[in-house]
């Protein structure tokens, strides 16, 4: 069985006035329609033919209709103009057209004025629906606004607006309030379809306070632009900013001109051409109104009327043309006095009256002619020291800082300078921009190392970046590194530093034309060749199961490029609340730590080591050949030992040693290799490595842990 809803629909019915509520004209059968009277239900009223209707006695019902406040926050109106806003509400007529025979507002002033005229109420299309009327005077100096017009008030919710004039005798600052109690100030109010009375809410409601102001500007000068230095030949360089506030006005502001004074000194009136003043980027003196300097005074007069709105800042700028010939040295300064901002004429829109413009002049901001120029520094993007594998591409040797001063710089050539290394361990090195889109790059030209020179220059694409002098830009040196090994020209172990040589680095001014040297230092922190090199990194280790013995456990990496052989490592040792009796490295080829490497039984690589009761350190050396980790493989590494706990707490911090620097057993530090005894020096080293393989300890290509481990080493901590 299908299942129905019914719907009851019920009305209240008393005995006097009434609305009507309308139902569709045909009314669904599960819609019951009800009438109720003194709590009975009751036959309802005869419907017409074509809807359904019940009609509701209101007696003192409201029948739904409602008046709220328009939410306006106060504002400023204009004195003596037309349609100035007094007020607003909003009313909600859920059924059908009302309307009100008399509607009546009160106006309260701040201060005794003459009385408002033409007030008139809108609707929310800005049709007058009432009045114009003038006010009449109550009681103080309140004013009563009476609209004798029958106002409809079609079905739905829609705004009304009380708008009028108060009197041009009006004092500056008058504050104006309308209020209305619709119960009592609207008369006659009356559903239409019925002729019916309504009885509205007995609720005072009172707008927002408006206050009465003239037309109002006040013209000042802006900090910006700081003062600065600029080359000769510039052209639009902004000298001033100049702000006119009309945030205070009731009404739009007109003005046509605006006088300036310029101070040269030293420098001629001359030297600058073609200054316009610029609202945004719209030049608003164009043609016969530009303004050519030739004296300490200077009107500029508009196109056309310029409008400042009210309640608005409109700010101006100035701009003019540095001839090229301007000595270095030459300073201009524009600036308005507080003499020319009084003399500024300027009139409200709407009222037509005179605007008294305040404002207290300043100094301004001198501009300087010097000379332009393009510094260099390392950026604090350049990479950190690290190792890199022989044969790499695109190996970031270095990002460098450009920075412009007084003009805007084409960087048009770079001179780069080998600081360390061997010319025959680089193919090519490249010069790239960052553009920050998404990680776009644009490389701006190439070049090589000739035999055994240690510079070369680069002329990069077209007329070269543009540098400027408000940001600063990067640019990536990257280098192609040749290959080492037998038969190869690369230097296993070079330490290769590339700087910029501001000597043959140059740019060309962006105004003045001018060729200029690159100025500046700068030091990266390089990069060490290897055929190959190892990356160590930590494994997850329970920090508190110590009493299984294990200390630290981590991988060694060999990059793609080749095999790395192990020799050496070194920890340290730090516990409370326990004895070590002895420990031992073990090593196995899966992060399971399961598999032991090929060949070493059980995975110990150093067999079991005793430790002395103050022993906090120990060097751990491997058999021959060296641990061998395959090209791009790793092996896994734990430290364990044997503990005796003394305290029923225990703890061991464990680190594997690093190295802060080289040998100087080794000799020059640009390759820093040599044998087990030289890497080691005269204090132990932490890490020995090499890339060759199967080898002894007198070979001379060993080398240690910079830039393998951080100086101060890896380190895990456990306890129990």
């Given amino acids: 069985m299908q299942k129905m809803k019914l719907w009851l629909l019920a009305f209240l019915v008393a005995s006097t006035t009434a609305c009507v509520i309308k139902l569709p004209k045909e009314v669904p059968p599960e819609v019951r329609v009800t009438c109720v009277q003194d709590g009975k239900e009751v036959p309802c009223p005869t419907l017409p033919e074509t809807e359904t209707t019940c009609v509701v006695a209101a007696g003192t019902d409201t029948c739904g209709v409602t008046v709220t ?71 103080g100096d309140s004013e009563i606004v009476t609209f004798t017009d029958m106002v409809t008030y079609p079905k739905g919710r829609h705004t009304y607006v ?74 639009g360089v902004v000298f001033a900013e100049f702000q006119l506030d009309a945030s205070a006005s009731a009404e739009d502001v007109r003005t046509h001109s605006l006088p300036l004074t310029l101070n040269p000194g030293p420098g001629i009136y001359a030297d600058l051409s073609a200054c316009q003043l610029f609202d945004g980027a719209t030049p608003i003196n164009t043609g016969s109104n530009i ?8 009107t500029f007069i508009y196109d056309s009327a310029l409008t400042v709105l009210k309640g608005t800042i409109k700010t101006l700028r100035l701009k003019c043309n540095i001839s090229s010939s301007t ?11 507080t003499e020319q901002i009084k003399a500024v004429i300027a009139t409200g829109v709407a009222s037509g009256t005179n605007v008294p413009v305040t404002g207290i002049g300043v100094s301004g901001s001198t501009i300087t002619i010097g000379v332009g120029s393009l510094s260099v520094s390392t950026s604090p993007r350049s990479p950190s020291y690290t190792l890199v594998a022989s044969g790499s591409k ?21 001179g780069l300078r080998l600081a360390s290394g061997s010319p025959q361990s680089l193919v090519d090195v490249t010069i790239w921009d960052y553009r920050g889109e998404g990680g776009e790059t644009l490389q701006w030209g190439s070049s090589i190392f000739v035999g055994d020179r240690l510079t070369t220059t680069m002329l990069l694409k077209g007329s070269g970046p543009w540098v400027s002098t408000e940001t600063c830009k990067d640019f990536t040196i990257r280098a192609t590194l040749s290959d080492t090994g037998l038969g190869y020209p690369g230097i296993e172990g070079a330490f290769i530093r590339i700087e910029i040589d501001p000597e043959t680095t140059f740019a060309i001014g962006d105004s003045s034309g001018l060729v200029t040297n690159v ?77 032991p490497i090929y060949g070493v039984v059980e995975g110990n690589l150093t067999g079991t080591i005793k430790l002395g009761p103050s022993t906090n350190s120990v060097g751990l050396y491997f058999g021959l050949p060296p641990v061998t980790v395959p090209a791009g493989g790793a092996y896994y590494f734990r430290l364990k030992g044997t503990v005796v706990p003394k305290e029923v707490t225990y703890a061991c911090v464990t680190k594997l040693l690093g190295d802060p620097r080289f040998s100087s057993s080794t000799g020059a530090e640009n390759f820093a290799l040599g044998t087990v005894n030289d890497v080691l020096g005269t204090t132990m080293s932490g890490f020995i490595w090499n890339t060759v393989g199967n080898t002894d300890d007198n070979d001379p290509r060993w080398t240690n842990g910079v830039g393998v481990l951080p100086a101060d080493g890896l380190f895990q901590t456990r306890s129990n």
């Fill in 327 to 337: 000595p270095q040295g030459s300073m201009f300064t524009w600036r308005i006095s």
């Fill in 519 to 595: 100025v500046g230092y700068t030091e990266t922190a390089g990069y060490r060749m290897f055929k190959s090199f190892p990356t160590v990194a930590l494994e997850p280790l329970n920090a508190t199961s110590l009493a299984d013995g294990s200390f630290i456990q981590f991988k060694v990496m060999a990059d793609w490029h080749g095999d790395v052989a192990l020799r050496h490592m070194s920890f340290s040792i730090s516990c409370t609340g326990l004895e070590i009796k002895d420990v031992a490295l073990f090593a196995y080829s899966d992060q399971s730590y399961t598999t």
């Fill in 291 to 298: 303004v050519n300097p030739y004296t300490w005074k200077e």
């Fill in 69 to 139: 406040l328009l939410n306006t926050p106060a504002q400023n109106i204009a004195i003596g103009v037309p349609r100035q806003y007094l007020g607003g509400y909003i009313i909600d007529v859920p059924n059908g057209p009302t309307s009100a025979d008399t509607s009546i507002f009160h106006i309260r002033a701040s201060a005794r004025s003459p009385l408002s005229t033409n007030v008139a109420l809108y609707n929310e299309t800005g049709a007058i629906v009432a009045g114009p009327v003038d006010a009449t005077r109550g009681e």
């Fill in 394 to 414: 695109d190996v970031n040797s270095g990002v460098y800082r450009f920075c412009g001063t007084n003009e805007g710089q084409y960087l048009y050539q770079v």
């Fill in 162 to 235: 009380l708008k009028g004039m108060v009197s041009s005798e009006t004092s500056n600052g008058t504050t104006f309030t309308t209020s209305f109690n619709p119960s009592k100030d609207w008369v006659g109010v009356k559903d239409q379809a019925t002729g019916k009375g309504i009885t509205l809410a007995d609720t005072l409601l009172i707008m927002s306070t408006v206050t009465a102001r003239g037309p109002a500007l006040s013209i000042s000068q802006s900090v910006n632009p700081p003062a600065h230095t600029i080359v000769a030949g510039t052209k």
